[in-house]
């Protein structure tokens, strides 16, 4: 009878007390947030994309290169991660129609390799606004306080590092000769004042020679684009990609090989050393 007793008491303990378990992960704790490796898509028209856009349409077209993919997120205008999708500069460059550029491309490109070195996301950070010349980026215009309050926040909401600057402009600045040939000086002070304002002095940039211009002058600015000689800035070659009938921008297959161009830059030139500068991550 005695133990009949005890075994009853030991079960109305056990079913008053609350069972045990292991504690859960905090998915919301900063510390469980994925690495992200970021990147600034900055520039004009090309750099937002209008690959696949025809009289102010977008035709929906989106190749398996520039497909969303879990590991690639986007800050939107309201400066919130979420899913990376095309168009990337829908809610940036606001004024115009955006179609498919070379970011989501470029991301998908070097999203294995990133997580390799230990990188859980690709995070990009669209900027770009069409029809801007060099002199609309210079600091303390609008454009460039919203690219570096972008840059901030992009690294202040759930952490990282910043990849590189992936940048394509200067169509604009082939009208007039005097911008076309000033154009080396003020690329060259937009890079410093950059990197000084982030303050990371060796922040890598890709920069795009251009393809096409709204001017005489294009190759008075292909020529200051490949002279720049400023430390882990590089050059990929856009001239000869396919454009649109509109004879400036760069259709959907040549965003997406642009894309590709600009990943195989990152990846061979020796710029992805700066993943090691920034992170304690070996490669």
């Keep these: 009878m005695s133990t009949f007793l005890s075994l ?24 469980s947030e994925p690495k992200k490796l970021i990147f600034i898509l900055a520039g ?13 349409h977008w035709d929906h077209f ?9 590991a690639i997120q986007r800050l939107s205008r309201a400066e919130c991660w979420e899913e990376a999708r095309e168009p990337l500069d829908w809610d940036i460059d606001v004024n115009k129609t955006c179609g498919v550029g070379p970011g989501m491309a470029f991301a998908n490109s070097i999203s294995n390799s990133a997580k390799q070195a230990g990188w859980g996301v690709i995070g990009l950070v669209p900027c770009a606004v069409g029809g801007t010349s ?17 840059a901030n926040r992009a690294l202040t ?17 082939t009208v007039k000769k005097e911008d076309a040939e000033l154009y080396f000086t003020r690329f060259e002070r937009f890079i410093s004042d950059v990197r000084m304002d982030l303050n990371l002095p060796n922040l890598p940039y890709i920069q795009v020679g251009l393809a096409s211009g709204e001017g005489p002058y294009v ?13 882990n800035v590089k050059y990929v ?23 590709k161009m600009l990943a195989r830059s990152y990846l061979n030139s020796g710029i992805k050393d700066h993943w090691i500068l920034n992170s304690n991550i070996i490669l």
């Design 8 to 31: 009853l008491l030991f079960l109305t303990i056990s079913h008053l007390q609350p069972s045990l378990s292991l504690p859960k992960p905090n998915h919301h704790s900063k510390l």
């Design 44 to 56: 004009q028209s090309n750099m937002a994309g209008r690959g696949g856009v025809r009289e102010n």
């Design 62 to 70: 989106v190749p398996p290169e520039s497909q969303p993919n879990q």
């Design 134 to 150: 060099i002199l609309q980026w210079t600091r303390g215009t609008i454009l460039y306080n919203q690219m570096i309050s972008r």
């Design 157 to 173: 909401a759930g952490g990282g590092t910043i990849g590189a600057v992936l940048w394509y402009q200067g169509e604009s600045d």
């Design 219 to 231: 190759e008075i600015v292909r020529k200051a684009q490949k002279e720049i000689k400023l430390p």
């Design 237 to 259: 070659d856009a001239m000869g990609l396919k454009l649109e009938n509109d004879h400036l921008h760069l259709t959907t297959k040549s965003q997406v090989q642009l894309g």
